[in-house]
């Protein structure tokens, strides 16, 4: 499985955005996709997944209400809709796959993300 994330760039305070991770390989319908982001300095963390199949989803709480997890199962692409960004919301953001949401196994490379004004 390869994993291929898209759409990282500059956005201002208040901005949104929408990065992409395209998903190809021996995938199937029943895993689990997730994002993750890394600000420097600071340890990878979850912030949201999508069961393929279902399309059920889960937020962390920093991003509840501003970001939405969705998936277009025709283009086998994951997308992370950004809105109301803050600077603290700048990192590079990893896509992940696998059966099991709490252990991802096939991981992607990262797009970055910076707001700034």
């Known amino acids: 499985v390869q994993l291929q994330a898209s759409g990282g760039g500059l956005v201002q305070p208040g901005g949104s955005l929408t990065i992409s991770c395209a998903v190809s390989?021996?995938?199937?319908?029943?895993?689990?996709m997730g994002w993750f982001r890394q600000a420097p300095g600071k340890e990878r963390e979850f912030v949201a997944r999508?069961?393929?199949?279902?399309?059920?989803?889960a937020y962390a709480d920093s991003v509840k209400g501003r970001f939405t997890i969705s998936r277009d199962t025709t283009k086998d692409t994951v997308y992370l809709q950004m809105n109301s960004l803050k600077p603290e919301d700048t990192a590079v953001y990893s896509c992940?796959?696998?059966?099991?949401?709490?252990?991802?196994?096939?991981w992607g490379q990262g797009t970055l993300v910076t707001v700034s004004s």
């Open positions: 992940a796959t696998g059966s099991n949401w709490q252990r991802y196994t096939y």
């Open positions: 390989g021996r995938f199937a319908n029943t895993y689990y």
């Open positions: 999508i069961w393929w199949r279902g399309g059920s989803t």
